[in-house]
């Protein structure tokens, strides 16, 4: 059973950092595209950022600059460095990624099971 596990996850107060970590288990499998979403009360789920397998990233506008999203292959780890955080950042943060069952040999979409992620102003 393919599990996404993430944390990382508090209470931090404006233009403090965290680093989440969202790892892969369950294989064998391959791990193509990591991406990190996050959801605020009252409003749709919107991607933050996304890493493909060969290290290529992309960023929503609203944190262009101040996070990072990076992969450790040898792990199936993801993780997501946020610095010069903003109230308007709190939310529950999920990862997602596409990967490549072994056994079934089909490609699904996983998705963790969200950590919060509070900015105190």
């Known amino acids: 059973q393919v599990q996404l596990v993430e944390s990382g996850g508090g209470l931090v107060q404006s233009g403090g950092s965290l680093r989440l970590s969202c790892a892969a288990s369950?294989?064998?499998?391959?791990?193509?595209?990591m991406r990190w979403y996050r959801q605020a009360p009252g409003k749709e789920r919107e991607l933050v950022a996304t890493?493909?397998?060969?290290?290529?990233?992309s960023y929503a506008d609203s944190v262009k600059g101040r996070f990072a999203i990076s992969r450790d292959n040898a792990k199936y780890t993801v993780y997501l460095q946020m610095n010069s955080l903003k109230p308007e950042d709190t939310a529950v943060y999920y990862c997602?990624?596409?990967?490549?069952?072994?056994?079934?040999?089909?490609?699904?979409?996983?998705w963790g099971q969200g950590t919060q992620v509070t900015v105190s102003s």
């Open positions: 997602n990624a596409l990967i490549w069952r072994t056994e079934v040999r089909r490609w699904s979409n996983y």
């Open positions: 369950g294989g064998p499998f391959m791990v193509d595209a």
């Open positions: 890493i493909a397998r060969g290290g290529d990233t």
